[in-house]
C-alpha cells in the first residue's frame, strides 16, 4: 500500500537518515539514523502508517551506525 514511499516522506520531513525495505516475510524493515526526537517523530508517524495501510506492531532495537547511510534515506531491496 505504498508504505515504503510514506516512510521516505516522512523521514525526509524529520530529517532521518537511512532506508526502509521490504522483508521476504511481508514485514517492512526501517534503518533510522536520528536525535531521539527525530525517531519519536518518526516512529509515531511509522505506528499510524499512510491512510491505507494497516500497521499491526512496531518494534526497534538498537544497530550501528551504517556509514553509507548517513546522508540520506533510500529503498532499499531484500533480494
Known sequence: MGY???VVRVAA???VA???KNLRDGRVEVYAIAT???????R???ARGPS???VAEV????AEVEPGYERGF????DW
Open 4 to 6: 515504503r514511499f510514506f
Open 13 to 15: 520531513r524529520h530529517g
Open 18 to 20: 537511512g532506508y526502509v
Open 36 to 42: 531521539p526526537e527525530q525517531h519519536r517523530a518518526l
Open 44 to 46: 509515531a508517524e511509522l
Open 52 to 54: 491505507m495501510a494497516s
Open 59 to 62: 518494534g526497534e532495537q538498537d
Open 74 to 77: 533510500a529503498i532499499e531491496h
